[in-house]
Antibody, heavy 123, light 111 residues
Framework: QLQLQESGPGLVKPSQTLSLTCLVSGGSISNGAYYWNWIRQHPGKGLEWIGY???????YYNPSLKSRLTISVDTSKNQFSLSLSSVTAADTAVYFC???????????????WGQGTLVTVSS | QSVLTQPPSVSAAPGQKVTISCSGSSSNIGKNHVSWYQQLPGTAPRLLIY???KRPSGIPDRFSGSKSGTSATLGITGLQTGDEADYYCGTWDSSVSAALVFGGGTKLTVL
């Protein structure tokens, strides 16, 4: 059974860089059928897609976050990571990692999710 | 403001049926397939429907999806108290600022 587990600091100071890692178990991150994503949810709000990475390192980011965002992959450790720079209180959210399957039909479901981790930006 | 529009809340009695709408545009729902997610309180979202109307293994057939034009609908029959959750639609938006997008979410209350 595929599992994703987020890890990283729960508290980040304003202007610093938020860094999270998602460890994938029960399946290979190098499976070319899938893209590996970060999604966040502000407290009491809806879901916001952050970006994805493919096993070969190619990425696609939400244009609204692109200037501050880096997503990387380590296939040897079967994990991928998020780095969001110059954070403010507006970046306080629960951050989820999720697997996305891309179908030629134009279907892009997130079929597996991590449990999520709360990151608070505060001094 | 979310790219996809959902009603903030819906409610129905146990055993009844409810539908949740998701309205978009020609650049998202009109061009791509829709997925639906269930988020129980304090948990991660779970995929309920993909490809507009397909259910992953393990999802009961009480859950159904449909799409017409630039709108999609999630249907839930035989409502149970355990269905109380937030429901989100999602798809790819192929506009100039292309991105994966979600609706704002709908809170389902089973009275």
């Amino acid at each position: 059974q595929l599992q994703l587990q987020e890890s990283g600091p729960g508290l980040v100071k304003p202007s610093q860089t938020l860094s999270l890692t998602c460890l994938v178990s029960g399946g290979s991150i190098s499976n070319g059928a899938y893209y590996w994503n970060w999604i966040r949810q502000h407290p009491g709000k809806g879901l916001e897609w952050i970006g994805y990475i493919y096993y070969d390192g190619s990425t696609y980011y939400n244009p609204s976050l692109k200037s501050r965002l880096t997503i990387s992959v380590d296939t040897s450790k079967n994990q991928f990571s998020l780095s969001l720079s110059s954070v403010t209180a507006a970046d306080t959210a629960v951050y989820f990692c999720a697997r996305l399957r891309s179908y030629a039909s134009g279907s892009y479901p997130f079929d597996h999710w991590g449990q999520g981790t709360l990151v608070t930006v505060s001094s | 403001q979310s790219v996809l529009t959902q009603p903030p809340s819906v409610s129905a009695a146990p055993g009844q049926k409810v539908t949740i709408s998701c309205s978009g545009s020609s650049s998202n729902i009109g061009k791509n397939h829709v997925s639906w997610y269930q988020q129980l309180p304090g948990t991660a979202p779970r995929l309920l429907i993909y490809d507009n109307d397909k259910r992953p293994s393990g999802i009961p057939d009480r859950f159904s999806g449909s799409k017409s034009g630039t709108s999609a609908t999630l249907g839930i029959t035989g409502l149970q108290t355990g269905d109380e959750a937030d429901y989100y639609c999602g798809t790819w938006d192929s506009s100039v600022s292309a991105a994966l997008v979600f609706g704002g979410g709908t809170k389902l209350t089973v009275l």
